[in-house]
T-cell receptor, first 114, second 112 residues
Framework: DAGVTQSPTHLIKTRGQQVTLRCSPK?????VSWYQQALGQGPQFIFQ???????QRGNFPDRFSGHQFPNYSSELNVNALLLGDSALYLC?????????????FGPGTRLTVL | GDSVTQMEGPVTLSEEAFLTINCTYT??????LFWYVQYPGEGLQLLLK?????DKGSNKGFEATYRKETTSFHLEKGSVQVSDSAVYFC???????????FGQGTRLTINP
């Protein structure tokens, strides 16, 4: 059973560019959450998608947007990249309707903005 | 808002030493509490969890007890191994909320 997968593994962009990160949830999971983990910090919640809609959002600007597809996979888009957007971006999937909705994390995409 | 505070690292121990990593939280309601571990170059793995007061989560020799009276969820292990070297994150998820709230992480290094 494949776990949560993310692509690409690493990415280098320059300021002002746009980036798209991808996530495939664990089999049987229908909910995807995205987190940003800056170096030396804990992950910060960006948003969560369920039934192809954004269900909850953290304290991130509108430059961060997402999408969920009918197969439950998800994309995270970041526009007008800033140096401070350099981080590890983690995707987590969970199954709605289960007690405590345990989240399973992927290996992350390391984004470097130059 | 909800928050999690962990003891600052890094923590360096010798193999077979006793480990404690402190974690306290602030939350409205009755959150579930978690410890995640992150090995170098990898994502987060759930280590253990507790969903109500006085619950004890345990896994791979690690334990943590949900203490509502002290709002704490300290991680302990009686005898650490070199393979336990990683970054440990304490986290909470409040009732009705979708997001996990993480502490800043504690880097643990075990020397042989």
């Amino acid at each position: 059973d494949a776990g949560v997968t993310q692509s690409p593994t690493h990415l280098i962009k320059t300021r002002g560019q746009q980036v798209t990160l991808r996530c495939s949830p664990k089999s049987g999971h229908d909910t995807v959450s995205w987190y940003q983990q800056a170096l030396g910090q804990g992950p910060q919640f960006i948003f969560q998608y369920y039934e192809e809609e954004e269900r909850q959002r953290g304290n991130f600007p509108d430059r961060f947007s997402g999408h969920q597809f009918p197969n439950y996979s998800s994309e995270l888009n970041v526009n007008a990249l800033l140096l401070g957007d350099s981080a590890l971006y983690l995707c987590a999937s969970s199954e709605s309707g289960t007690t405590h909705n345990e989240q399973f994390f992927g290996p992350g995409t390391r984004l470097t903005v130059l | 808002g909800d928050s999690v505070t962990q003891m600052e690292g890094p923590v360096t121990l010798s193999e077979e030493a006793f480990l404690t990593i402190n974690c306290t939280y602030t939350a409205t309601g009755y959150p579930s509490l978690f410890w995640y571990v992150q090995y170098p170059g990898e994502g987060l793995q759930l280590l253990l969890k507790a969903t109500k007061a006085d619950d004890k989560g345990s896994n791979k020799g690690f334990e943590a007890t949900y203490r509502k009276e002290t709002t704490s969820f300290h991680l302990e292990k009686g005898s650490v191994q070199v393979s336990d070297s990683a970054v440990y994150f304490c986290a909470l998820k409040n009732q009705g909320a979708q997001k996990l709230v993480f502490g800043q992480g504690t880097r643990l290094t075990i020397n042989p």
